[in-house]
């Protein structure tokens, strides 16, 4: 009896280990592999980090198996592609790239870092040395660098570290592959030969084939309309624009108390100008603190302290400084890997964009009442006696009395004479609340005085 319960145990658990063998199987083809693609497609910069990033975010949430990068670029700037570089290594799943076409300079780097290389017919991948704004060879200090970063990325991924530096320096020799003065660029059949290539392929289905991936599905990650617009409004021409958006909203708030509309625009430029760059990494707290301190500054000397000293000057140099180490990849001044291009680039957005700005009041603030906009919103016709209009003519009586100022006149505000509030202006002067003032004058319903001082 006990032997045949033995066997009978036996035989039972033996049946239903057979059975979860072969059911196994037949699950995991129900299961398919989960492959993201992200392109490289455009020049490495904050808006290709934030890209990269985002994408990467959307395979861990996603559970992705695979990641592919579409890659086809001339590079770009160097302390974004090393950003990239780190988010790739970090990551935990197979990321494979397919070249389809060009991986030169950062794409290189970007490239190098992932875990398989393919290529397409034609393609090439090198180049890769640091270059500033106007093409020339960057200074040693660059090379040195990204040869360093290109060793190390080649070494973790077991590729020839010799190959790599040679991309970047051109006084680096390879036996057999290159001598001093050019720089290492290989075709597909060259880097398939010196291991920088897996197989030459013609998509990223056959890259999946070769892998022996049948049974998958791809998620093509493409950034949302508000990643869209963060991206759009990181572009450096797009910052000037804002600053002169900005400047000039102020001003014409100043020019019209009361009305929302410039102000208004102003506060929108500025959180359009401050926000892609803050999401993106570069705007740091104290860059934003400085900016913010900076327009108080010049409010304060607008509104406050007559004349033009110390905090206007102060005001001024932290706004314009703010304003270009916001786009800039810095760290706390520190500017020893960032582009002189990049340097160049947000210096004349931030200062072409006050300038602009500056432009803008003086020669715009007239042409502005000339326009259907503002008549929409002005009254501009002149209000003839013929027509059966009349004005007050009690305020001529005023001319020799003193009173004095119910606001700060710069030169425009008001004035209190014998207990009534009047709308006055000045020849030019600066007076402060409460100083005794003298009419002088008068234009339509409105006084013009003078410091009883003066």
Known sequence: MIRRLLFAFVFIFSALGLYAQRSTPAKSLMDKSKVMVMDIKAEIDPRMLRY????????????????VVDMDTYGGVLTDAKEIVDLIMDFKKPIWVFINSDA??????????CDSIYMSPGASIGAATVVEGDGKAAPDKYQSYMRSIMRSTAEENHRDPRIAEGMVDERVVVDSIKQAGKVITLTTNEAIKY?????????????????KIDNYEIDHFTLGATERIIAFFLNPFISGLLILIIIGGIYFELQTPGAVFPIGAALVALVFYLVPYYLNGLAEYWEIIALMVGIILLAAEIFIIPGFGVAGITGIALTVTSLILIMLNNDFFNFEFVPLGDIIKATFAAVGGLAGGVLLLFFGGAKLTETKAFRKIALTDTQESSQGYSVRSTEKSLVGKTGTAHTVLRPSGKVMIDE???????????????????????????????????
């Open 52 to 67: 990269v990033k985002l994408s990467l975010e959307h395979a861990e949430k996603t559970n992705a198996d695979y990641v």
């Open 104 to 113: 030169a300079s950062a794409g290189a780097l970007i490239s190098i870092a």
């Open 195 to 211: 291991h920088y290539c897996e197989a030459k392929v013609n998509s990223i289905e056959e890259i999946l084939k070769r892998n």
């Open 420 to 454: 009534n509030v009047y709308d006055a202006f000045t020849r030019g002067e600066y007076i402060q609340k409460g100083e005794a003032v003298e009419v002088i004058g008068t234009e339509g319903i409105t006084l013009k005085v003078k410091s009883v001082k003066s």
